[in-house]
């Protein structure tokens, strides 16, 4: 028995050695006694101890705990406290060298001593190894809240909400339409909607009933079509939400003007499909099994199976209440049987979608526009024709199908976008880490290290990769994600109101249309292709207007969503060739002026006086047009000459001179003068907290690796490689040298060089 102690009671490595107060002693002791000394059993009693002190390590929480008392020879060597064992044991371990003493001396002693001193040491060690755990679990806990830069409670607050926005969000939008459906019959009217939700509403209940029966046909077997085994998985009500939502958001985003591929489309919607079909799957599964359990219960009947089933269903609902989702997630995946649909499969079910949408989804226009007496215009939505597109130099044209809307769906897709479901917003809290190839970023949401649309031999590379290799990666996509971002809602105000008041104003586009030609009156043949090639150049105009006030509209969507947070973070994944960007499309930093603008830093930095030197220096920079080629003084004068017109941009940027409209950038240069000018009118100005991001490029960055590979001094000096002046422009060096040469020849003679001639023609343009 005594072995079987002392072999648990040996020390392994000490995890933390607790300091209490005590006096060194001047010989060592081990736990049940004397190292050199015999033990005297017989006057060995356990009792309680108590600390006098505690550490800080968290010790206090140990409470009180049995410890071998020495109650002879006491007065003469001194009694050892709990603390001055430190300096002899582990926390958990005691000083082996006493055991085999203790193994000779035990030999004499009465049996049921013997029992009594295993049990108690037995429940010394139990206590120790749970301190141990409570320490574990404290030091884990404090490092994540410091992982996580806030309080606990708010963190698990914003966790909440981040898994019912991913997992929720097509949920709520059907139940939305639902209610919306219940009140139109309860009413006897159409509620006061906007002009695209209420033909989404139009649409979601024929679509939806199109659906069941679809599924119904499915499930009979009466369907043999090759999409029929994945067409049942999800409720109808969801996959007519996702179809009408993915399909017009793809309208919008698509680079024609209101029309998308067909193949695109369906393979698009089949994705969307298989997501959400993958995060509601396995729960779906166990509560059918759930019923067929309670079915047996009452006929005494007991499947093992089923219990088991039952059993993992109640653990993951309540991992997910307390918010384990990693530890869910590997439940699921593991018990997860169904395979990845691929493609085809996708495109399918997409295809499908899209076909009974079509022959549901229907438009009527407004009764104004109607004659008084002829039957109403009722036409379909989405119509699906050919279109050929001619390779350039080739004379062979390829065809393929695209799904076009009707020009009264056309004028709402603009204002569509803030009904829009838009599942990967940025997220409220950090994102996980990546760990694998599909192990990280969103909590629920499918994510991928890497975007390979659908290259099956970039993803298995990317999973046959090693660890150690891919591992600096995950870091720095880590880092990424875990910066906080916010809105800056002065530039973002600024934003909603031009917009509001129809663009056309700091790079925003027009919100109305250019008007087409009229059609001569006339049968010149001449005059009318003049007139033709007009109509066409106003329609190429209005669809890039279109696909700018959608893309517009999304990223006002995304940052009205925003505005009122404390913070969100983009988490990020790599493309094909391993550079880095955010996962959400729309709204972030590495997107257009405007984007950059209304986007900020969520924690700040005081600027110092350095950083109020190279904050002048930045809006110097954005400003542009040839400033910011100077050198960095004559950057700074430039911002000290116009601080009256920063201020005025700041206070007053739209009702002022609007100085501030005249910058390259001048969304990120409006957020730069706000920024300088609390700085300057502050008591402080190097303590002002500034939250603004610095956009740095480098130089034509593939010409700078030739000339640093081929140590190319000239070249390097061309494209900033190395320290100058004021910053160099590789494009006006090669234009003097072009000019240099254009010079040289027009001075020859045209008899013997004939490019002379045309040296002289082109020259003037060149200069």
Known sequence: MWRNIAKRAIPRAPRKCVHLDSQPLSRRYSFLGFSQDLIFPEI???????????????????????????SSREDAVGRPSFGSLRNQMGFSGFC??????????????????????????????????????RQANFKRREKLKMERGM???????????????????????????????MDMCEQKLAPNLPYMKSLFLGWFEPLRDAIVKEQELCRLGKNKAAYAPYFDQLPADMMSVITMHKLVGLLMTGGEHGSARVVQAACFIGDAIEQEVRIHNFLEKTKRKKVGKDKNVEGGGFDPVIHEQEKLRKKVTNLMKKQKLHA??????????????????????????????????????????QLADTPPDIRPAFVHTFKTVMREAKKIGRRFGVIDCDPLVKKGLERTARHMVIPYVPMLVPPLKWTGYDKGAHLFLPSYVMRTH?????????????????????EALNTLGNTKWRINKRVFDVVDRIWAGGGCLADLVDRNDVPLPEKPDTEDEA?????????????????????????????????R????????????????????????????????????????????????????????????????????????????TFTENHLDDIFDSADRPLEGRRWWLNAEDPFQFLAACINLSEALRSSSPETTISHIPVHQDGSCNGLQHYAALGRDQLGAAAVNLVAGEKPADVYSGIAARVLDIMKRDAEKDPAIFPDALRARILINQVI
């Open 44 to 70: 060995m009693k356990f009792g309680m101890f108590e600390p006098s002190s505690c550490s800080s390590s968290g010790f206090s929480e140990m409470g009180f705990r049995r410890i071998g008392e020495i």
């Open 96 to 133: 082996p060298k006493s055991y085999a003493s203790v193994a000779e001396a035990v030999s004499s002693t009465d049996v049921e001593e013997d029992v009594s001193a295993s049990d108690e040491i037995q429940e010394l060690l139990g206590e120790m190894k749970k301190e141990e755990k």
């Open 151 to 181: 309080e606990q409670g708010r963190y698990l607050r914003l966790r909440r909400r981040q898994v019912k926005i991913e997992t929720e969000a097509w949920e709520l939008a059907a139940k939305e339409y639902k209610e919306l459906l």
């Open 328 to 369: 869910a997630r590997q439940i699921v995946k593991g018990h997860d049987n169904s395979k990845p649909w691929g493609p085809e499969a996708k495109a399918k079910v997409g295809s499908r979608l899209i076909e009974l949408l079509m022959q549901t989804a229907y438009i009527q226009p407004s009764v104004d526009n």
């Open 454 to 474: 659908g290259a099956r031999q970039q993803r298995e590379a990317v999973k046959r990769a090693p660890r150690n290799q891919l591992e600096p990666v995950f």
């Open 527 to 559: 005059q009318l292709r003049k007139w033709k090639w007009k109509v066409k150049s106003v329609k190429k105009a209005n669809s890039e207007r279109h696909s700018q006030r959608c893309d517009i509209e999304l990223k006002l969507a995304v940052a």
């Open 561 to 636: 969503k925003m505005k009122d947070e404390d913070g969100f973070f983009y988490p990020h994944n790599l493309d094909f060739r391993g550079r880095a960007y955010p996962m959400h499309p729309y709204l972030n930093h590495l997107g257009s002026d405007l984007c950059r603008g209304m986007l900020e830093f969520a924690e700040g930095r005081p600027l110092g006086s350095s950083g109020l030197h190279w904050l002048k220096i930045h809006l110097a920079n954005l400003f542009a047009g040839g400033v910011d080629k100077l050198s960095h003084e004559g950057r700074i």
